[in-house]
């Protein structure tokens, strides 16, 4: 069982940047692959990024690609997701997602945050 804390939401002007943490609870945080989601209003969920166990993959989705980056501390049992660069279709719910599975585009996620809200101001 794996509880997950999204922090560092919150309201920032178009071109800005934030770093999102997710913090998990539980001694097996290591074995999972973690991911970065988020969901606008009247819109579905959308996959950000994704890093494996160990840090040592890391996936992108194409809006996101070059202006994020996702990072784990397993000695901290935390995630990361800095986003530089912020636009205003950045506006939205950000979750981080706990979970398994042999390639990290297809991870199948467990474990769920309750997110936190991004603001991008124009």
């Known amino acids: 069982q794996v509880q997950l804390v999204e922090s560092g939401g919150g309201l920032v002007q178009a071109g800005g940047s934030l770093r999102l943490s997710c913090a998990a609870s539980?001694?097996?945080?290591?074995?999972?692959?973690m991911g970065w989601f988020r969901q606008a209003p009247g819109k579905e969920r959308e996959f950000i990024a994704a890093?494996?166990?160990?840090?040592?993959?890391?996936y992108y989705a194409d809006s996101v690609k070059g202006r994020s980056t996702i990072s784990r501390d397993n000695a901290k049992n935390t995630v990361y997701l800095q986003m530089n660069s912020l636009k205003p279709e950045d506006t939205a719910v950000y979750y981080c997602?706990?979970?398994?599975?042999?390639?990290?585009?297809?991870?199948?996620?467990?474990?769920w945050g309750q997110g936190t809200q991004v603001t991008v101001s124009s």
């Open positions: 890093i494996s166990w160990n840090g040592g993959i890391t």
């Open positions: 997602a706990a979970g398994r599975g042999p390639f990290i585009a297809t991870i199948k996620y467990d474990y």
């Open positions: 539980g001694r097996t945080f290591s074995s999972y692959a």
